[in-house]
Structure formats: C-alpha cells, structure tokens
Nanobody, 125 residues
Framework: VQLQASGGGSVQPGGSLRLSCVVS????????MGWFRRAPGKEREFAAAIKRPGVTYNTRSMKGRFTISRDNARNMVYLQMNNLEPEDTAVYFCASAPMSRIQSTLLGVDGYDYWGQGTQVTVSS
C-alpha cells in the first residue's frame, strides 16, 4: 500500500493551497481517508476525514477553511485549504482507514492503518 501526498508549498497568510494524495495497493472505495498535520514541536493533529461525499469530519478550528474531498475513480483524496494562517504551518499527512471505523476512531492517529510521507506547508509573510 502506498499513499503519496503532494501540493504543499509556501504561501502568504490568507492564501490557499490544495493538497492531493494518491493511493495504490488497496480498494480505495472501501477506505475512509484522513488528513493530519504535525506542526514543529507538536503532536500529529487531525485535520479532516471523509468516508464519502457528505460524510466528512472536520476540526472546529479548521472547519470553514479546510475542505476534504475524494475522487474514487482516481484513487485520490484532496484537502482544499483557504485563508491560511501562519499557525497552519506543518507537515500534512494523508492516511487511510477501513470504512467500518466509526467517527470517533477516525479523529485519532490510531484509527488509520496506512500513512503517506507528508508534504510541507509553510504560511509566512
């Protein structure tokens, strides 16, 4: 199983980025997908997760700014990030979990079986 995240970069406050993650080696439609981030000196933090369109989970601090989506035909999951803040600077990771996992499980790192390598997002003026 491989998860490959991309789309990170440097952006000014208020800017936008769209992260992508392509997955191979598993039946993509049978897995929930999540995005986490790890800021310097901090633990890995949940950002968003999706089971299918309309069944998504977000953190309160990022809701309204971050939108997760998926394309099962392309084995892709995306994280659209708008109105970025310096506090969003982190390495962002995609991860996959069996679709049967419940919401509370998907909010934590232990709920995921497979992880990508991460992509760096830097928000700075």
């Amino acid at each position: 199983v491989q998860l490959q995240a991309s789309g990170g970069g440097s952006v000014q406050p208020g800017g936008s980025l769209r992260l992508s993650c392509v997955v191979s080696g598993l039946t993509f439609g049978s897995y929930a997908m999540g995005w986490f981030r790890r800021a310097p000196g901090k633990e890995r933090e949940f950002a968003a997760a999706i089971k299918r369109p309309g069944v998504t989970y977000n953190t309160r601090s990022m809701k309204g700014r971050f939108t997760i989506s998926r394309d099962n035909a392309r084995n892709m999951v995306y994280l659209q990030m708008n109105n970025l803040e310096p506090e969003d600077t982190a390495v962002y990771f995609c991860a996959s979990a069996p679709m049967s996992r419940i919401q509370s499980t998907l909010l934590g790192v232990d709920g995921y079986d497979y992880w990508g390598q991460g992509t760096q997002v830097t928000v700075s003026s």
